[in-house]
Structure formats: C-alpha cells, structure tokens
C-alpha cells in the first residue's frame, strides 16, 4: 500500500480547501435532501382517522359492498339501542338493493359515498376517479333526493390524487382508527373485545353491514359502550366540517380551537340525511 505524504505550507493548504470543499458539498447535498423530504411531507394528504372531541362521543360505520343477508337484523339492533351510524354504500351495492338504501335512511342513518366499483383508486387516473364517485353519488341521490358528502376508499386506499378529487367533489375523505375485523369472519366475543379494549373518545370503527358475525356483536357491545358513558354518533356528528387541520402522522382530525364538551346529546330527527 502506498502512502503520500504532504510536505510544505502550500501542500497542507490544499489539503485544508480540499477538505472544506468536500465538506461544503456534502452538506449542501443533506439539505438539499432534506429539504425535498420536508416539501414531500408538507404536501402529502392524509383522510380522517380519528377526531379529537372534548367528550366521549364516537362513531361506528358499515360498510356495504356485498350481500344484505344479515342487513335487517342490524337494523333492528341498532334502533333497539337507540343508535344512529354511518353506512358507506357501493355502487353495485345501491344498484342491487335499492330497497335497502331506503330501508337505512328511513331508520335514521346517514349515507357515505364507497365509489360505484370498489376500485384500487390509486390505479385511475383523475377523471376515472371522479366518475366513480360521480356515478356512485348520482345513484344514491336518486333514491334518497339528497347529496352525500362523506367518502370511503376502498381498501382504505388512498393518494394525494384521490384526496384531492374527493375534496373538488365536496367530500369528506374518512378512514378508520379501529378495524372490527368482521371482514375475516372472526366470532363475535373476538369483534368484541377488539372493540370494547380500543374504544375512546373521537374513535371511528370500520365494520361491514353482511360480517356473518357483525350484527351478534354489535349487540353485545352497543349496551356496554354506553354504559361505559360513551355517545355514539353518525360520523358527520363527530368530525369538523370547517377551522380545523389533520395530522399528517396520525389521521388526528383537530379543530383549531377545541370546542366546549357537549352537556347532552342532540335529539334524534326523524328520518335519515345522506352523506
């Protein structure tokens, strides 16, 4: 191996730029990146997760893609329990069952927007997006006559694209911060304990309307959430429509100013609104 000596002032001298040089361009080259990574970050867009309330209230959806089996025993639970949700409702779905986008509405439960065919939303281009939502939209308006303005991803799937799609069409990106699991046909004792240990304030549960076992947990678990004093809540009852921001680590809907507890629940309003 060879090693090189530097000798005399102006060897070291140049060694002593060479060495600042070096210094100077790795050091431009880490902010650079990070600068590009903190551009990335502030511009990415993120959906509602979970909303940060100064009560207990929280919110449990349904999401219907397939299948109506067990629709109409968890209808009569829920107005059993005096209960009001949100029910994300697919296209083919609103197609196939019409009967059932009335039968939901007229029990008092709102209507989101789960696109009309249940695509991998991250694969379409812009315009392919808004027709899905479009179509889905149109379809649940002419058997409701009211505009929906929550929206479901499908797969929770969603981009900066999608987002802003949504958002032109007047929509509510929503998520998710409690997953049932129903999807995976686990027992109801399973759902319900996985519901009952993550339940808070400002949660929002993701559930399906046809989960084979989703309607016997909803009825274990409904009593003893509010027996715990938790408030069940439609998700346009939970969320802030305006001054507010979302956490982009987190999905954390939080509202500019935190608003004062609510002393009692609103009272119930005949027949159902459409979002």
Do not use: C
Not at 24 to 39: C, D, G, P, Q
Not at 118 to 147: F, M
């Amino acid at each position: 191996m060879r090693v090189f000596y530097i000798r005399g002032t102006w060897g070291k001298l140049g060694l002593i730029v060479l060495a600042f040089l070096v210094f100077t361009v790795m050091h431009w080259l880490s902010e650079k990146a990070i600068t590009t990574v903190s551009t990335m970050l502030a511009s990415r867009l993120v959906p509602i997760y979970k909303v940060e309330v100064p009560d207990k209230r929280m919110s449990i959806s349904f999401d219907a893609m397939w299948g109506v089996d067990y629709t109409d025993e968890l209808l009569r639970i829920l107005a059993e329990n005096d209960v009001r949700t949100t029910f994300f409702l697919g296209g083919y779905w609103v197609e196939k069952y019409p009967e059932y986008v009335k039968k939901i509405v007229d029990a008092g439960h709102e209507i989101g927007n789960h696109t009309y065919s249940h695509p991998h939303l991250n694969n379409l281009s812009p315009a392919a997006i808004r027709q899905e939502l479009e179509r889905n939209h149109n379809n649940i308006k002419a058997i409701t006559g009211t505009d929906s303005f929550l929206f479901r991803p499908p797969f929770g799937e969603y981009s900066n694209k999608v987002i802003e799609v949504a958002e032109q069409l007047g929509y509510y990106t929503i998520q998710w911060s409690i997953d049932s699991l129903d999807w995976k046909d686990v027992s109801a004792q399973f759902i319900v304990d996985r519901i009952l240990s993550q339940a808070g304030p400002g949660e929002i549960v993701l559930m399906h309307n046809n989960g084979k076992h989703t309607a016997e947990a909803v009825a274990r678990f409904l009593p003893e959430l509010k027996r715990q004093g938790f408030e069940i809540v439609p998700i346009s009852e939970l969320i802030y429509r305006d001054n507010y921001y979302i956490e982009q680590h987190s999905g954390l809907q939080r509202p500019l100013k935190l608003p004062k507890p609510r002393t009692q629940p609103e009272a119930s309003v005949g027949g159902g609104v459409v979002l």
